[in-house]
């Protein structure tokens, strides 16, 4: 049996037959504390599980598999994917917030609150990028414009969130519809701007 970590075989000590593979992940976790760097994902053979799925990688032990690699990222891996994933995450957010508003205007309450927590998990999701970006891309928000943008745009998007939670606490439909079709827009397409300038930013880009 294989145990290779980011393609790279290594040895860990104290592998028995009874080692599942969320005791690997615990291993690997333990080896990479100080290195900045976290598991994402685990290969075992040919099966792809996230070390998210720890009830999964609990139940099945290493000995089962012939292979298994763990793959780890840094928090500016992940922060660079991010930035990669922005464009399509953008267009997402900016149909389900039109969606949700055009069916808020015609009385299809059911309907839009459904689409509604995904196009708030879109948010949310912008909002944990933005608060990550000064510690994990360091020396691209080192540009003092580039700061003061991340920072206006996550007022900005702060002030929305809590006005959408307002308007739905409020079973304001007419004002939850305006914020999402009027002023969302706007946030994703300053997002938009911050996430290209970030890119063009980066080492070894060629734009």
């Known amino acids: 049996m294989n145990i290779l970590l980011n393609g790279e075989p ?9 080692v599942t593979l969320a005791d690997l992940v615990e291993l690997i ?3 990479l504390k100080d290195s900045g760097a976290a598991v994402m994902e685990v290969i075992a053979d040919d099966t792809r599980l996230s070390a998210d799925q720890t009830d999964v990688l609990a139940s099945h032990k290493i000995v089962e598999y012939q ?3 763990i793959l780890t990222a840094t928090a500016r891996d992940l922060l660079e994917m991010a930035l990669e994933e922005g464009p399509d995450v953008f267009d997402f957010i900016d149909e389900r917030a039109l969606n949700v ?4 205007r015609i009385g299809k309450i059911k309907e839009a609150m459904e689409r509604q927590l995904e196009t708030l998990d879109g948010l949310e999701w912008l909002s944990s990028i933005l608060k990550n970006l000064a510690v994990g891309l360091a020396p691209e928000m080192s540009e003092r414009s580039i700061e003061s943008s991340r920072a206006q745009l996550m007022d900005q998007l702060a002030t929305q969130m809590t006005a959408l939670q307002k308007a739905h606490e409020n079973n304001d439909w007419v004002g939850l519809a305006d914020i999402l079709e009027y002023e969302i827009p706007p946030i994703t397409a300053q997002a938009r701007e911050l996430f290209d300038e970030l890119r063009s930013l980066m080492p070894g880009n060629t734009e």
């Not at 508003?101 to 808020?104: E, Q, R, V, Y």
């Open 29 to 31: 976790s333990a080896e």
């Open 10 to 18: 290594i040895t860990i000590d104290g592998i028995t037959p009874e």
């Open 101 to 104: 508003a055009s069916d808020l």
């Open 67 to 69: 292979t298994v690699e």
